[in-house]
């Protein structure tokens, strides 16, 4: 019934105004009240917090719609950011927050990459000195999804210039909107995923208050980021299998009506073969989702585990888009055919939310 509820709300409410939105770089505000009055939003958090109550298996369904209609919109990181106010918030900063994100009145983003610094979140420079019972805030952020919309900005910064490595490290939330100090640049060029608005943030003396760190005490911000990103990893893999698996679909139907040399594409054993392998790394795919769905629901999921399904799931994922592409001809490099934006769309999957190479630091860790 949920499923049902998302496919129809994203097809009514998103998917005719999409084109719209990837010409101006970001969804229309009140794409997130709807999303919110219909239930889309935090739909795995707790009801007395205004989420749905449900499990990640709500909140996969969603992914899995909007990937299904070829939707770029920032639910993902809504969710995430919730789940760090979960994790570690207190209870008024997680009454205050969460009721208005699942309505989707206030739109959250988080900030951690820097013109300097990805991978290695251990070099982040933006730093939050502290003045009385605020912190000021200097620097910047890049790649920030749902940056010009975000009125909440779950942030990484430098909390103790003296500590080196991850050690002085902090999350701090920013209520962003109005905020004297706080500016986001225009949505970025991107070469796919157009309807995101994918951001920079710049600081600049922005006040924020110390009751805004999440967590105790400062310094936890990097053990934080670690606990929380295996969730992360899980939604980008949940996004990959089905734009794959809709991949596929689209392809099936595409060489069954085109014909080369008097006959349907997929009158040829290469056509059959290709797809036929795709079809089955996806499936394969799709098992080992559900997989770490389930256990991500029990609880234990590792680490090691979230990362695979990240690199493996996106790396599949991007190989099968490309052979589908491959599949239609001139035609899978026209932006008005869905497989050509998969294809843009998909390939940032393998570099967000930690690289596949840094994957397989993490997985190599655990041997
Ligand atoms: C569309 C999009 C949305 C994003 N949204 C967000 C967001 O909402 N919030 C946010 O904070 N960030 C976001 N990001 C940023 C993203 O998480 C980073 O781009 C990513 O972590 C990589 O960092 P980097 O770009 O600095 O690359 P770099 O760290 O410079 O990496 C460059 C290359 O070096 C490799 N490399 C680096 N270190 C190692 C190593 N130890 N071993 C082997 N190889 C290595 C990398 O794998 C990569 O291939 C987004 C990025 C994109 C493209």
Aim: with cysteine; net charge negative; charged share 20%.
């Amino acid at each position: 019934m949920f499923r049902n509820t998302a496919r129809l709300f994203v097809q009514k409410e998103f998917v005719p105004h999409h084109d719209r939105w990837c010409a101006q770089h970001f969804p229309d505000a009140d794409a997130w009240t709807k999303a919110g009055a219909a239930g889309l939003l935090l739909p795995d958090v707790p009801q007395e917090y205004g989420g749905g109550g449900g499990t990640f298996a709500h909140e996969a369904v969603v992914l899995e719609e909007l990937a299904q209609a070829g939707v770029n919109f920032g639910a993902g990181i809504q969710s995430i950011v919730a789940h760090y106010l979960l994790a570690y918030g207190g209870e008024s900063q997680k009454r205050d927050w969460l009721p208005r994100m699942a309505r989707g009145e206030l739109v959250a983003a988080i900030a951690m990459t820097e013109p300097g610094a990805g991978s290695d979140l251990q070099g982040i420079r933006t730093h939050a000195r502290r003045d009385g019972e605020h912190y000021v805030v200097n620097g910047s952020k890049t790649f920030v999804t749902n940056g010009w919309h975000a009125g909440l900005v779950c942030l990484a910064v430098k909390s103790d210039p003296r500590a080196t490595g991850w050690k002085g490290i902090s999350l701090v939330m920013v209520e962003a909107k109005d905020a004297p100090g706080y500016r986001a640049g225009r949505p970025l060029e991107k070469v796919g995923m157009h309807a995101q608005d994918t951001c920079e943030l710049f600081f600049d003396d922005l006040r924020v208050p110390v009751a805004n760190l999440l967590g105790a005490a400062e310094g936890k911000g990097f053990s934080q980021m670690m606990e929380q990103l295996p969730h992360e990893r899980l939604t980008v893999g949940v996004s990959a299998v089905a734009t794959t698996e809709r991949a596929v679909a689209i392809t099936s139907r595409y060489v069954k009506e085109r014909t080369a040399f008097g006959k349907p594409l997929i009158d040829f054993q290469n056509t059959r073969f290709q797809l036929a392998q795709c079809m089955t790394e996806a499936r394969i795919g799709r098992v080992f989702l559900d997989h770490c769905i389930e256990r991500f629901i029990a609880g234990d999921l590792d680490d090691a585990t979230a990362a695979m399904a990240k690199y493996w799931l996106t790396d599949s994922g991007c190989r099968i888009v490309d052979e589908c592409v491959q599949l239609h001809g001139g035609y899978g490099y026209m932006r008005e055919y869905p497989i050509a934006r998969m294809w843009a769309d998909s390939r940032a999957h393998r570099i967000y939310a930690g690289t596949n190479e840094i994957m397989k630091e993490l997985i190599a860790w655990s041997l």
